[in-house]
């Protein structure tokens, strides 16, 4: 019972060796994180079109019914890039931006995401995160980083843009550039600068100065609260507000609140869509992060209850007046790396921002929103990854041709159509492989009982038997391709009296298959050439041996490749002197 319940309940397992130790690193770990969460979530909570209170509400419910219910030990829940600005898309269809009608629509996006991720959990669909490709993942991050660093130019600026897609806010730019005020680029500019500055050149510099390496981590990890404290006293001592840089003014003081999603029918239809968006492009975020961050330890996460503590964080998020939340990235890895050992350091961070929200949102009432904007740019152009664009390039032209639609088509067109455009061309370029399967003429490498491709290996054959090796397994796909393939390849050649299928990496062969093979076997006939097969695996073997095949088949069935071979073809082997060794049964 108690195993049952903790497979459901993981903070049961972990919890049961938790120590003084553990809670030392966990706690340690919460410090650093908290100081690098409360700017993130007031600017991501600014990317989602949200006052930035909401980011702090949606980063302290979810941590704790992630704890409760997540399998990974360090991951890190909470409001996202890529999920705010799919928040925004959404939301602005139905309301304006800051309105108490588009809160209410971020509320019952995080409610929607959440019943469908808790329904797709105990539905047991974890797998489906296989369906997107890791090209089109990576494509698909890449695109909302330049989406969302352009859309944060103008803060920087004080240039007023709009748009979803990127081809949008830079026209709006560009439009709009006469309003760019100088006081606000005084503020942002520096800020950009100076987060690039600290993210890779501020921890080498106190090392160099005789710092120990943990101190200069978390001093770097700090630097967006530097820029954060420096512009805003900047901004109250030269009351720069009267000059038009915009700040965020006051901050509600207090706990989240416990708040009901509103039930409208209607919305909640219109809304539909891009929650089954939300929750599957956050999933997939999450658990490859989950996945990276559990292997480099030994550990390992459950897809399925995944989906639970996503769909329960985001539940959370929905009643304490928050929005979409995932696992993210970065915060993750800070986790990581700042020794996090279980979800309970998530806890912790969810009480330091509690206590932050608490005691020093009054200190931010002249915060910029400019350095808001730059905590963005920095984080989000991290995401692009250029030389992984290259590497796929390199490595596989249809996994490029994937990738490349789907930060086209997100560029272009929007978040959802990318999605959709990278997952349709995968599954289109997947079927094409598949029904064209590789497919490679065989001959017995001299000395060996091994058999390779007669166009790579120097091979003996035999002109009376035509062996032919297939690479994948058959189904509907391919068996039309399969059967006048090799019905070409054998009456081509007056002299090929046998056809022998080596099926070592058949792994299945369906019923539309079957009929195929059947046919072949009946042309092949008509034409005095016997069908065999051989390395039969044995669920396919089973298989057959229920239909009427094996009793029309005109050859055989051998166990190797190399008993066919010397069944049908003895004079081969003995002039390439390959001595009998007797197979492993």
């Known amino acids: 019972m108690s195993s049952s319940l903790a497979r459901y309940f993981p903070v049961l397992e972990w919890g049961r060796t938790y120590s003084g130790r553990i809670l030392a690193n966990d706690l340690v770990a919460a410090v650093i994180v908290t100081i690098m969460l409360i700017p993130q979530s007031l600017a991501y909570s600014m990317l989602a079109g949200l006052p930035p209170v909401i980011g702090l509400y949606a980063s302290m419910a979810p941590l704790l019914a992630y704890a409760v219910f997540g399998t990974s030990r360090t991951l890190a829940v909470g409001p996202v890039a890529v999920i705010s600005l799919m928040t925004a898309a959404a939301a602005s269809k139905v309301a304006t931006a800051g309105s108490p009608e588009y809160i209410a629509a971020a509320l019952i996006l995080a409610f929607l995401s959440g019943l469908i991720l808790l329904v797709m959990g105990l539905l047991k669909l974890g797998a489906l995160a296989n369906l997107l490709s890791h090209p089109v993942i990576s494509g698909f991050i890449t695109a909302p980083g330049l989406i969302i660093a352009s859309s944060q130019l103008g803060h920087i600026l004080g240039i007023k843009t709009s748009g979803e897609t990127l081809v949008a806010i830079v026209g709006s730019f560009f439009r709009n550039i006469g309003q760019l005020n100088p006081w606000t680029a005084m503020v942002g500019i520096p800020a950009v600068a100076f987060l690039f500055w600290v993210r890779k050149g501020l921890k080498p510099l106190l090392i160099k100065l005789g710092l120990q390496t943990r101190p200069a981590d978390l001093i770097a990890k700090a630097g967006p609260v530097f820029a954060i404290a420096l512009t805003t006293a900047a901004v109250a001592l030269f009351d720069l507000a009267e000059h038009g840089v915009k700040i965020v003014g006051t901050i509600p003081t207090g706990v989240p609140p416990l708040t009901i999603p509103l039930f409208d029918p209607q919305l909640w239809m219109q809304l539909a869509a891009p929650a089954l968006f939300l929750s599957i492009i956050g999933f997939v975020e999450s658990v490859s992060v989950a996945k990276t961050l559990a292997a480099k330890r030994r550990q390992r996460i459950r897809p399925d209850q995944e989906l639970i503590g996503l769909g329960a964080s985001n539940l959370a998020a929905a009643f304490t007046g928050g929005y979409p939340v995932t696992g993210g990235f970065a915060r993750s890895v800070v986790n990581f790396d700042a020794g996090a050992e279980t979800p309970a350091a998530g806890v912790f961070t969810a009480i330091g921002i509690g206590l932050a929200a608490l005691t020093l949102t009054p200190l931010l009432y002249f915060l910029p929103n400019a350095t808001l904007a730059a905590t963005i740019i920095v984080a989000v152009l991290s995401l692009v990854n250029i030389k992984a664009i290259l590497d796929v390039w390199r490595y596989s032209k249809s996994d490029f041709a994937a990738m490349m639609l789907t930060i086209g088509m997100t560029l272009v067109a929007g978040v959802e159509a990318g999605v959709v455009a ?164």
């Open 422 to 585: 990278g997952v349709g061309l995968s599954v289109l370029l997947f079927l094409h492989k598949a029904s064209k399967p590789h497919m490679a003429i065989v001959g017995l490498v001299p000395g060996t009982q091994h058999f390779r491709n007669i166009h790579r290996h120097e091979v003996a054959t035999s002109p009376r038997v035509l062996n032919v090796r297939i690479d994948e397994s058959l189904t509907f796909t391919n068996a039309g391709w399969l059967e006048e393939a090799v019905t070409d390849l054998a009456l081509k050649s007056p002299d090929v009296r046998d056809v022998v299928l080596m099926c070592s990496a058949v792994n299945e062969i369906d019923a539309t298959a079957l009929e195929s093979i059947e046919a072949l076997n009946h042309r092949l006939s008509s034409a005095d050439v016997r069908l065999h097969l051989s390395e039969v695996k044995g669920p396919v073997m089973d298989r057959l041996k229920r239909s009427h095949f094996l009793e029309e088949l005109t050859g055989q069935v051998f166990l190797s490749q190399f008993d066919a071979l010397q069944a049908l073809s003895p004079e081969l082997l003995l002039a390439t002197s390959v001595k009998r060794v007797a197979p492993i049964r």
